[in-house]
């Protein structure tokens, strides 16, 4: 199974910075990796699909990138409805496996 | 607009079974393969199950592979997973998805609870 390893756990950011989250595949996934944000009592919601794409209706503020083993999601001019939990999906092979997500809290 | 709603969650005892519906509507069901996922309270998330479009083939984990059971109904535009031998550690929300390659739309998810 493709190990999916997601950093950092946590994050506290200012309003109006920029972030990034890092997911590490233990092998070569060939972009076949998504991003999803979920916030509290909510259903994960689809940001970036083929490691940079962005889903319809995302605020362009979020972007993806990466290759091989490394992506990233990064979020730029961070606002107050961002706090949320972020996941990585890699769909390369069966089994799909999540990364272990990353708490965005703003200060 | 894409709808996907669950049902058939609750509390069950170790080793029962339950089965879980999800409809849908906004879109023309027989056209996409389908997933479940299931989220641990205050955990990760967990692929469970997919099915494709016309139900011929289906995929597992293999932490579920022999005990849950993917199907849909095409004529009803609605998708199942049968839990058999459940335990503790399925206990979750279980989401139904649309995958569009990948999960693109999701339900509102629906409670699972395996304790005795």
Redesign the interface.
């Known amino acids: 199974d493709i190990q999916m390893t997601q950093s950092p756990a946590s994050l506290s950011a200012s309003l109006g910075e920029t972030v990034s989250i890092e997911c590490l595949a233990s092998e070569d996934i060939y972009n076949n990796l998504?991003w999803?944000q979920q916030k509290p009592g909510k259903?994960?919601?689809?940001l970036i699909?083929y490691a940079s794409s962005l889903?319809d209706g995302v605020p362009s503020r979020f972007s993806g990138s990466g290759s091989g083993t490394q992506y990233s999601l990064k979020i730029n001019s961070l606002e107050s409805e961002d706090a949320a939990t972020y996941?990585c999906?890699q769909?390369s092979e069966?089994?799909?496996?999540?990364?272990?997500?990353t708490k965005l809290e703003l200060k | 607009e894409v709808q996907l709603v669950e049902s058939g969650g609750g509390l069950v005892q170790p080793g029962r079974s339950l089965k879980l519906s999800c409809v849908a509507s906004g879109f023309t069901f027989n056209n996409y393969w389908m997933t479940w996922i299931r989220q641990a309270p205050g955990k990760g998330l967990e692929w469970v199950a997919s099915i494709t479009n016309t139900g011929g083939s289906t995929y597992y984990p293999d932490s579920v592979k022999g005990r849950f059971t993917i199907s849909r109904d095409n004529a009803k535009s609605t998708l199942y997973l049968q839990m058999n031998s459940l335990r503790s550690e399925d206990t979750a929300t279980y989401y139904c998805t649309r995958d569009g390659g990948i999960p693109t739309d999701w339900g509102q998810g629906v409670m699972v609870t395996v304790s005795s």
């Open positions: 998504a999803y259903s994960p919601q689809l699909y889903q996941f999906l769909d069966y089994p799909w496996t999540f990364g272990g997500g």
